[in-house]
């Protein structure tokens, strides 16, 4: 038989070596891919959700306007006050969405402030009332806001 040397053991212990560091390192590209994608999927749902709130924003704002134009006119503003109510509606049911994606950061909270103070005043709308929020603003602000929160993350 013969004798092995510390040479020997050294030839067969690098390719060992070797392929155990390989997958160490392809285990951790994979848990970075993994990350990386669940970073782009939040972001793209958010982006999504945000969107189309701020779109049942923009159409309330048109309902408004024409309710008033009807209301200045003395016209009968029934059909427009339902279309107004669900339109808040969808507009409670979006934000919720992106509720649940929030985090406990600052630009959260200031989102959820802003939109909490704005369901007030359309609450308000949603009732027949008149309001003085400047619809126009506060998509702004919202969308603002959401931009900071989507840079971010």
Do not use: C
């Amino acid at each position: 038989m013969e004798e092995v040397t510390w040479l020997d053991v050294i030839k067969i212990m690098i390719p060992v070596l070797a392929v155990i560091l390989a997958g160490i390192f392809a285990l951790f590209n994979l848990r970075h891919s993994i990350q990386l994608q669940a970073k782009n999927k939040w972001k793209e749902d958010f982006r999504n959700h945000m969107a189309e709130y701020i779109e049942s924003y923009i159409k309330l704002t048109y309902l408004t306007i024409e309710w008033k134009e009807l209301f200045a006119n003395k016209k009968s503003t029934d059909e427009i006050r339902s279309k107004i109510q669900a339109v808040t509606s969808e507009l409670i049911s979006r934000f919720s969405k992106v509720e649940l994606m929030l985090d406990e950061d600052e630009n959260s909270k200031e989102l959820l402030k802003l939109v909490f103070e704005y369901d007030m005043e359309l609450s308000r709308l949603q009732k027949g009332e008149t309001i003085e929020l400047d619809l126009e603003a506060a998509i702004r602000r919202i969308s603002q806001t959401a931009k900071k929160i989507y840079h971010s993350k």
